[in-house]
C-alpha cells in the first residue's frame, strides 16, 4: 500500500527553467510534507517542508505548493542548475507518528 | 554534510551471517530512526528510537534489532541474513525546524549479501 506516490520515475529539464516535481498521498492524516534530495551514494538531503497549515513554502529557488483537498504537492524549482540534478523523495509523516513515509522518488535531470 | 555518522559505509557479507550497523545521531538529537532503501524502492522505515526507548516500529523483520545505547548512539543489527537484504540502511536523527520535527539523515551503509 503506497501511502505516498511520486508517479513520475524521471524528468529532465533545460537549464533555467522551472523544473516541477509532483507527488500524491493517499493518507488524510499526513500533516506534514517534505522534500528530500539524494545524490548518489549520499544520504538523503532535506530540501524544504510544509505542514497542512499553510498551502505554499518558498525557501531560495525551492517552492513547495500543497493541495489538501487533491492530496497533491509539487516542488518547483526554477531556475533549474545543473547541481540539481539528483533523486527527488517526498516523504510524509501524521501528527504525533515521526516517522516519515516516502515516495519512491523522482529522478531529475538539468540539461546544460 | 548532516551531522549523522553512520559505519561501515559498505558492507559485504554472506547469506546466514550476522551484521552489526552503527549510527551516531547529530550532537543533541535524542530520536534515532532507521530506514532501508531496496533497489528500486524508496526508503523503508524499519524503527525509531527516542532517549534509548524503542519509539516506533514500522516494516522491520524479526531477524533484525537495534537498540539505543546512553550515549545516544544506535545499532542495527541484521542476522540470519538473506539475498534480499542487500540494501542502503540509512539512520537519521531529527530536530525541530519551524515548529515541526525534520529528520537528517546520515550517509548510509551499503550491504551486499551474497
Known amino acids: 500500500d503506497q501511502q505516498v506516490k511520486q508517479n513520475s520515475p524521471s524528468l529532465s529539464v533545460q537549464e533555467g527553467r522551472i523544473s516541477i516535481l509532483n507527488c500524491d498521498y493517499t493518507?488524510?492524516?499526513?500533516?506534514?510534507f517534505l522534500w528530500y534530495k539524494k545524490y548518489p551514494a549520499e544520504g538523503p538531503t532535506f530540501l524544504i517542508s510544509?505542514?497542512?497549515?499553510?498551502d505554499k513554502n518558498e525557501d531560495g529557488r525551492f517552492t513547495v505548493f500543497l493541495n489538501k483537498s487533491a492530496k497533491h504537492l509539487s516542488l518547483h524549482i526554477v531556475p533549474s542548475q545543473p547541481g540539481d540534478s539528483a533523486v527527488y523523495f517526498c516523504a510524509a509523516s501524521d501528527f504525533g507518528n515521526e516517522k516519515l513515509t516516502f515516495g519512491t522518488g523522482t529522478r531529475l535531470t538539468i540539461i546544460p | 554534510d548532516s551531522g549523522v555518522t553512520q559505519t561501515p559505509k559498505h558492507l559485504i557479507t554472506a547469506t546466514g551471517q550476522r551484521v552489526t550497523l552503527r549510527c551516531s545521531p547529530r550532537?543533541?538529537?535524542?530520536?534515532v530512526y532507521w530506514y532501508q532503501q531496496s533497489l528500486d524502492q524508496g526508503l523503508q522505515f524499519l524503527i525509531q528510537?527516542?532517549?534509548?526507548?524503542?519509539?516506533a516500529k514500522g516494516n522491520i523483520l524479526e531477524r533484525f534489532s537495534a537498540q539505543q545505547f546512553p550515549d545516544l548512539h544506535s545499532e542495527l543489527n541484521l542476522s540470519s541474513l538473506e539475498l534480499g537484504d542487500s540494501a542502503l540502511y540509512f539512520c537519521a536523527s531529527s530536530a525541530i525546524v519551524s515548529g515541526s520535527e525534520t529528520q537528517y539523515f546520515g550517509p548510509g551503509t551499503r550491504l551486499l549479501v551474497l
Open positions: 550532537s543533541g538529537d535524542l530520536s
Open positions: 528510537y527516542y532517549n534509548g526507548e524503542e519509539r
Open positions: 493518507n488524510s492524516m499526513f500533516d506534514y
Open positions: 510544509i505542514s497542512s497549515i499553510k
